[in-house]
């Protein structure tokens, strides 16, 4: 499976982390910067381009990583097509794929260790979408409301 991660400054050094992680368990990794750590860079400019790429490219999904996480999943959902969750534990990393069929997921690096990031992502990456029909319907309710609204 095609990974593609963005973060900014605050996110950099766990970006870093994570990669090598990905590719050893077997992800192709698409890396859409931050390229040089600059604590002045702005989350959108590496986050929008990285959830375009994971809606671009079905079957991918994509991590986005600042401090908290917030800025970097508020502008991964600006994104027509993307679903992208704020996990804080390992429940709502799984609960993002089981009944959001979230295809991008948001860390903070400043609220976890890496090795606990690390482990919200592989839950995330490994759990399956249930298709379960009142979670269908919901999703559909979304993609409902963005086909109406959004270019
Ligand atoms: O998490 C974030 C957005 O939600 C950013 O990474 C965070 O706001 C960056 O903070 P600072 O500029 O103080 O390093």
């Known amino acids: 499976m095609r990974v593609h ?3 900014d400054h605050a996110g950099f050094e766990l970006r870093e982390y994570v990669i090598p992680k990905l590719k050893e368990a ?3 990794v698409v890396d859409h910067g931050a390229t040089t750590y600059d604590s002045l860079d702005h989350y959108p400019t590496m986050c929008i381009p990285c959830a375009e790429a994971v809606v ?3 079957g991918s999904l994509g991590i986005v990583i600042g401090g908290s996480g917030n800025g970097e999943q508020i502008a991964a959902n600006k994104v027509k097509g993307a679903r ?4 804080w534990n390992q429940d709502t990393a799984a ?3 089981e009944h959001n069929n979230a295809n991008v997921i948001g860390i903070g690096a400043r ?4 090795e606990e ?3 919200l992502i592989k839950t995330f990456l490994e759990t399956p979408w249930s298709e379960e029909d009142r979670h269908q ?4 309710l979304l993609t409902e409301y963005e086909d109406k609204t959004k270019k």
């Open 5 to 7: 991660i963005a973060s």
């Open 137 to 140: 319907a919901r999703v559909d």
């Open 95 to 97: 609960l993002g794929r």
């Open 56 to 58: 671009a490219d079905p």
């Open 111 to 114: 609220q976890h260790a890496p």
């Open 117 to 119: 990031a690390w482990t």
């Open 84 to 87: 992208a969750i704020l996990a």
């Open 26 to 28: 077997g992800y192709e």
